[in-house]
């Protein structure tokens, strides 16, 4: 059974940074693709980032490149996104997913979720 378990989100000034975290557990991670996502009240669940746990690779969603950063300890199991000159519309609430060999930014194809950080800029 695999499980995330992020933190790391709370209330920042625009123009902040914060540091999400996401535990994995459950499995040896070598052939998954860790993912973060991000929801908005009244919007759909959107890509964010995406790291390839054995490889490193990584991709980001345009709105976030350049001031967003993923990565992975694998002694920890643990995924960080670090998110720098946060702006009020980065306001979300932000997910932790996991697939296995596969490479994707579609929310459907991950298979496990964590239950969410929320994340709150303010202006």
């Known amino acids: 059974q695999v499980q995330l378990v992020e933190s790391g989100g709370g209330l920042v000034q625009a123009g902040g940074s914060l540091r999400l975290s996401c535990t994995a557990s459950?499995?040896?991670?070598?052939?998954?693709?860790l993912g973060w996502f991000r929801q908005a009240p009244g919007k759909e669940r959107e890509f964010v980032a995406a790291?390839?746990?054995?490889?490193?690779?990584?991709v980001y969603a345009d709105a976030v490149k350049g001031r967003g950063t993923i990565s992975r300890d694998n002694a920890k199991n643990t995924v960080y996104l670090q998110m720098n000159s946060l702006k009020p519309e980065d306001t979300a609430v932000y997910y932790c997913?996991?697939?296995?060999?596969?490479?994707?930014?579609?929310?459907?194809?991950?298979?496990?979720w964590g239950q969410g950080t929320q994340v709150t800029v303010s202006s």
């Open positions: 997913a996991a697939l296995e060999k596969r490479f994707t930014r579609i929310p459907r194809e991950y298979d496990y």
């Open positions: 790291v390839a746990w054995i490889s490193g690779s990584t």
């Open positions: 459950g499995r040896t991670f070598s052939s998954y693709t």
